[in-house]
């Protein structure tokens, strides 16, 4: 992805919000009719602050769908950018709207906005916010699972870091890298940092290096406390690795990348095959003892020569 640099602003900027106008108020705070007269009155829905700040970036910041959506209908840009390189999708993903969000996807708003050294993705966005329903969204329509912002790093990170399970595992599931680093530091770390661990054994589950070290030379198990629950998972994971069926899933998927699931949901495979590539739990069983240990033992052989036709 593209980085360029945005315009500075200063502190000795006069008139921070001495040009915000009518239309930015009623867009702030929702105010519909308002909005709706002063626009059949002849205001500019373009209209900008100091900062470059729209109408529609305010309605999208307070998460106020019928605003933007009278501002989008009366012809407000869609892709425009404050001077720090916010667009308004970029505050819909921040606020959690998923019907902002939806509103401006279908106005054709760009997914993938050049990123700034002031501001992040709408995936970062999205990410930090928490709402795996707009995360999901956004990945559907696009969004650079890997997009490199300089504070966060990718969006795995920065999902990571605010213990946003939901949101991690949308990521996971739709081909974001599990080893991906920001200074030698990963997601890992960011999961052990929280004591959390639901979050590192998705991580290790979709393929983290439990032995990676960060630029202080710490791995991940260093960040936990002794004696604790995540603590006791990652040196478990340190003297157990993984079983040849995870390291095939493992493979299987990163050949893939973020045409995982797609390929998978393709595939003429068992049900229970199919579940354990997408990492989902697998159909509840209708059959008596015998036949379960049967179709078990039949469907390890498939699995096994699918992943090996498909590697």
Known sequence: MEVTAARRSFLCDIGFWADRTALHEAASHGRALQLKQLIDGGASVNMVTVDNITPLHEACIQGHPNCARLLLQAGAQVDVRTIHGSTPLCNACASGSLECVKLLLEHGAEVNPSLTALTASPLHEACIQGNADVVRLIIASGA????????????????????????????????????????????????????????????????????????????????????????????????????????????????????????????????????????????????????????????????????????
């Open 144 to 311: 650079n699972l890997e997009a490199y912002d300089v504070h966060f790093g990718p969006p795995l990170h920065i999902a990571c870091a605010k213990g946003h399970v939901e949101c991690v595992k949308e990521l996971l599931r739709s081909g974001a890298n599990a080893k991906s680093v920001k200074f030698h530091e990963t997601a890992l770390h960011h999961a052990a940092r929280l004591q959390a661990v639901e979050m590192i054994e998705l991580l290790l589950d979709f393929g983290a290096d439990v032995y990676a070290s960060d630029n202080a030379g710490k791995k991940a198990v260093d960040y936990t406390t002794p004696a604790t629950p995540a603590h006791s998972c990652l040196e478990f994971h340190e003297s157990n690795p993984l079983s040849l069926q995870q390291l095939c899933r493992i493979a299987f998927r990163t050949t893939l990348s973020t045409r995982a699931s797609e390929v998978i949901g393709q595939l003429e495979i068992s049900h229970r095959i199919r579940s354990y590539l997408q990492h989902q739990d697998p159909p509840s069983p209708s059959l008596t003892h015998t036949s379960v240990d049967f179709k078990h033992t039949h469907d390890r052989q498939e699995q096994t020569s699918a992943v090996n036709s498909a590697l």
